[in-house]
T-cell receptor, first 113, second 112 residues
Framework: QQQVKQSPQSLIVQKGGISIINCAYENTAFDYFPWYQQFPGKGPALLIAIRPDVSEKKEGRFTISFNKSAKQFSLHIMDSQPGDSATYFCAARRESNTGKLIFGQGTTLQVKP | KAGVTQTPRYLIKTRGQQVTLSCSPISGHRSVSWYQQTPGQGLQFLFEYFSETQRNKGNFPGRFSGRQFSNSRSEMNVSTLELGDSALYLC???????????FGQGTRLTVV
């Protein structure tokens, strides 16, 4: 009940295309879902996050879509750029368990020029 | 505002030794969490401290321990190091009452 499953493991997209990364969770007690971006040699950086009472959140080129009934959420990167090439992690947290993030396995995104 | 600072950035230790890693949270943040990142297991939660008290603990053996000081700085200690402890150890801090967690750059530990 603690798992977060992320797919695909790796993704190659052409510059200007849309990158889509999917995550599924099991524990219905999760109520905060962040996405992190990590470049080699760096720590994860918070990209965007959503609560389950919202179906979509957009920040610039990044959008989270959330489907509570399916227990799935996804990250869409519009107009993907070579600088977006990084590893992306979805995560989930229970507010009562503040501080403990359950991470997906990560998706390595390569955006080709 | 300075971000989360972890020291040292790199460490090489021998099996059986112990190691202490340090984390200074963002100013004003009182919650500090530690994670282990490996290629095989991904990012796994170790423990969380808030106001010098361990508030949460992951599924790691007792060789992994931590503490937090009154200034919110935190340390984690790994005793009797094993080859499998080689990993990137990440620290994240959060503001009280906020869920957003901000990570440091990590300490790369290599056990030989």
């Amino acid at each position: 009940q603690q798992q977060v499953k992320q797919s695909p493991q790796s993704l190659i997209v052409q510059k200007g295309g849309i990158s889509i990364i999917n995550c599924a969770y099991e524990n219905t007690a999760f109520d905060y879902f962040p996405w992190y971006q990590q470049f080699p040699g760096k720590g994860p950086a918070l990209l965007i996050a959503i609560r389950p009472d919202v179906s979509e959140k957009k920040e610039g080129r990044f959008t989270i879509s959330f489907n509570k009934s399916a227990k799935q959420f996804s990250l869409h990167i519009m107009d993907s750029q070579p600088g977006d090439s990084a590893t992306y992690f979805c995560a989930a947290r229970r507010e009562s368990n503040t501080g403990k993030l359950i991470f997906g396995q990560g998706t390595t995104l390569q955006v080709k020029p | 505002k300075a971000g989360v600072t972890q020291t040292p950035r790199y460490l090489i230790k021998t099996r059986g030794q112990q190691v202490t890693l340090s984390c200074s949270p963002i100013s004003g943040h009182r919650s500090v969490s530690w994670y282990q990142q490996t290629p095989g297991q991904g990012l796994q939660f170790l423990f969380e401290y808030f106001s010098e008290t361990q508030r949460n603990k992951g599924n790691f053996p007792g060789r992994f321990s931590g503490r937090q000081f009154s200034n919110s700085r935190s340390e984690m200690n790994v005793s009797t190091l094993e080859l499998g402890d080689s990993a990137l150890y990440l620290c994240a801090s959060s503001l009280t009452g906020r869920v957003e967690a901000f990570f440091g750059q990590g300490t790369r530990l290599t056990v030989v």
